[in-house]
């Protein structure tokens, strides 16, 4: 049986001895827009550096999944009386265009050409933007939009490389059935993974045993092998009231989460939820491509509030912020042992 993929999304300065000791030999590696002033100009500083990293990280010895620019990002603000809303901002250059018009979609094909090229042997894998039936990520592109970027982007990078792997990912809300119906019924779309991102028991109801159904569910929609671009589950965080789940306020302001799995949002849970994770995960090893763990650290602040008393974004870690591991790091490990042996 094929090899299973088994990565994360790490700081450049983790521990990398410990990331190998857990059995991670794949990164979520981000770039930046190439180019500043117009396709094929001068180098982004930040792809510039960007590129260097994944210099360094396959000298570490680690393949790298790389992700294309999105066209922007949400976060949650604060407004004057308290409250927390969602803010979109742009992310894209001028030189690409306006989204979603025939300008920005042959600029969006011809840079994912380009980095193709420039970076052909240091990236194995892409993942093309980020959850794109979420408007968090999305931004101003509907579903239809979302599925003519997905498309342009793989042939910009199978087009230039065939023998990358190419997909993309959605954040496995009821809108991504229009994503997964639309891009795997499209003989012309050159995709090679159908990717999703859960996180049963924190964003959604469900536990680490629902991902049996959700694995064959996508397997037989798609006809294609799975990769889970993200999972896990919170280490922290409590649990909200009805009336909190009723009021839909962001969980950036109340700390609390809708969903829970076991005994709550605790490092032992966490622990056991990942045992567990990996028992389904060589079940469905046949039509598994591989799973990337979100994330491998805990984080000092929350990205979506810059709170760092916030859940949200702080918890979901193997090891602690001072690198240390949590329970979860012995599971996770003892469970990537037991897949690699099921794969064999």
Same mark, same amino acid.
């Given at each position: 049986?094929?090899?299973? *993929?088994?990565?994360?999304?790490?700081? @450049?300065?983790?521990?990398?001895?410990?990331?190998?000791?857990?059995?991670?030999?794949?990164?979520?590696?981000?770039?930046? %827009?190439?180019? +500043?002033?117009?396709?094929?100009?001068?180098?982004? @500083?930040?792809?510039?550096? /960007?590129?260097?990293?994944?210099?360094?990280?396959? /000298?570490?010895?680690?393949?790298?999944?790389?992700?294309?620019?999105?066209?922007?990002?949400?976060?949650?603000?604060?407004?004057?009386?308290?409250?927390?809303?969602?803010?979109?901002?742009?992310?894209?250059? /001028?030189?690409?265009?306006?989204?979603?018009?025939?300008?920005?979609?042959?600029?969006?094909?011809?840079?994912?050409?380009?980095?193709?090229?420039?970076?052909?042997? +240091?990236?194995?894998?892409?993942?093309?933007?980020?959850?794109?039936?979420?408007?968090?990520?999305?931004?101003?592109?509907?579903?239809?939009?979302?599925?003519?970027?997905?498309?342009?982007?793989?042939?910009?990078? &199978?087009?230039?490389?065939?023998?990358?792997?190419?997909?993309?990912?959605?954040?496995?809300?009821?809108?991504? %059935?229009?994503?997964?119906?639309?891009?795997?019924?499209?003989?012309?779309?050159?995709?090679?993974?159908?990717?999703?991102?859960? %996180?049963?028991?924190?964003?959604?109801?469900?536990? @680490?045993?629902?991902?049996?159904?959700?694995?064959?569910?996508?397997?037989?929609?798609?006809?294609?092998?799975? +990769?889970?671009?993200?999972?896990?589950?919170?280490?922290?965080?409590?649990?909200?009231?009805?009336?909190?789940?009723?009021?839909?306020?962001?969980?950036?302001?109340?700390?609390?989460?809708?969903?829970?799995?076991?005994?709550?949002?605790?490092?032992?849970?966490?622990?056991?939820?990942?045992?567990?994770?990996?028992?389904? *995960?060589?079940?469905?090893?046949?039509?598994?491509?591989?799973? *990337?763990? %979100?994330?491998?650290?805990?984080?000092?602040?929350?990205?979506?509030?810059?709170?760092?008393?916030?859940?949200?974004?702080?918890?979901?870690?193997?090891?602690?912020?001072?690198?240390?591991?949590?329970?979860?790091?012995?599971? *996770? &490990?003892?469970?990537?042992?037991?897949?690699?042996?099921?794969?064999?």
């Amino acid at each position: 049986m094929a090899e299973v *993929f088994i990565g994360t999304s790490a700081l @450049p300065e983790a521990d990398v001895d410990r990331m190998k000791d857990a059995g991670i030999g794949w990164l979520r590696h981000g770039f930046p %827009y190439p180019f +500043l002033d117009r396709l094929g100009g001068e180098l982004n @500083p930040r792809y510039v550096e /960007a590129r260097e990293m994944a210099v360094r990280r396959n /000298a570490q010895g680690f393949r790298l999944m790389g992700t294309t620019p999105g066209l922007g990002l949400g976060t949650q603000e604060q407004d004057a009386d308290g409250s927390y809303r969602l803010v979109w901002r742009d992310r894209y250059p /001028a030189w690409m265009g306006r989204p979603a018009t025939p300008e920005f979609l042959r600029s969006y094909r011809d840079m994912c050409a380009f980095l193709a090229t420039d970076l052909q042997g +240091l990236v194995q894998m892409w993942q093309i933007a980020n959850e794109l039936e979420i408007p968090q990520f999305a931004g101003p592109l509907n579903m239809r939009e979302a599925c003519a970027l997905v498309i342009e982007a793989a042939h910009g990078l &199978k087009d230039t490389d065939r023998d990358l792997i190419v997909g993309t990912n959605t954040g496995g809300s009821t809108r991504s %059935y229009y994503l997964y119906g639309r891009l795997y019924a499209d003989p012309e779309a050159p995709l090679d993974y159908c990717g999703v991102d859960q %996180y049963y028991g924190t964003w959604q109801a469900g536990g @680490p045993e629902t991902w049996r159904e959700r694995l064959q569910e996508l397997w037989d929609l798609t006809g294609l092998k799975v +990769l889970i671009n993200e999972w896990g589950y919170s280490s922290a965080g409590g649990i909200a009231t009805p009336e909190e789940r009723a009021s839909r306020l962001p969980i950036c302001q109340t700390h609390r989460w809708r969903n829970a799995w076991g005994a709550g949002h605790t490092p032992e849970v966490q622990a056991e939820y990942v045992r567990i994770a990996h028992e389904v *995960f060589c079940e469905k090893r046949d039509i598994l491509l591989g799973a *990337f763990f %979100y994330r491998w650290e805990d984080q000092a602040t929350c990205w979506q509030c810059g709170r760092g008393d916030c859940p949200v974004e702080t918890a979901w870690g193997l090891v602690d912020v001072e690198g240390n591991p949590k329970p979860s790091f012995h599971t *996770f &490990k003892e469970g990537v042992q037991r897949l690699q042996a099921c794969s064999e």
